[in-house]
C-alpha cells in the first residue's frame, strides 16, 4: 500500500515562503503524474500544480508565478515551493498521486496559514 507523507505546513506572514514536501512510501517512477490539491474552508478541493513523469508542469492560474512543483526521485519526494504568499493561499494542502493503472493516493494533508 502505497502511503504520502506531506509535512511543511506553517503559519507565515503574507509575502513569505513556504516548502511543502510529500514522501513517498515507494519509488515515485511508479507514479503517472503527482500533485497539488488544496482545500480552504466552506470550499472545495482543488488543484494547485501538478507534474508528470516526463517533468511536464502545470499550475493553477492563482498560483503561477509564485509557486514551484518538483520531485527528486532519490528520495522520492514530491515538493511545492510557495512564494509570495497571500491570505488567500491560506489551507490544507495534500499530495496527490496516480499510478500508470488508474489508482490514486493522498495523503492526510498538511496546514497552511497565511496570516499577519
Known amino acids: 500500500q502505497v502511503q504520502l507523507v506531506e509535512s511543511g505546513g506553517d503559519l507565515v506572514q503574507p509575502g513569505g515562503s513556504l516548502r511543502l514536501s510529500c514522501a513517498a512510501s515507494?519509488?515515485?517512477?511508479?507514479?503517472?503524474?503527482m500533485g497539488w490539491y488544496r482545500q480552504a474552508p466552506g470550499k472545495e478541493r482543488e488543484l494547485v500544480a501538478f507534474i508528470t513523469s516526463s517533468i511536464m508542469t502545470n499550475y493553477a492560474d492563482s498560483v503561477k508565478g509564485r509557486f514551484t512543483i518538483s520531485r527528486d526521485s532519490t528520495k522520492n519526494t514530491l515538493y511545492l515551493q510557495m512564494n509570495s504568499l497571500k491570505p488567500e493561499d491560506t489551507a490544507v494542502y495534500y499530495c496527490n498521486a496516480e499510478s500508470y493503472s488508474g489508482v490514486r493516493y493522498w495523503g492526510q494533508g498538511t496546514q497552511v496559514i497565511v496570516s499577519s
Open positions: 515507494g519509488s515515485i517512477f511508479s507514479f503517472k503524474i
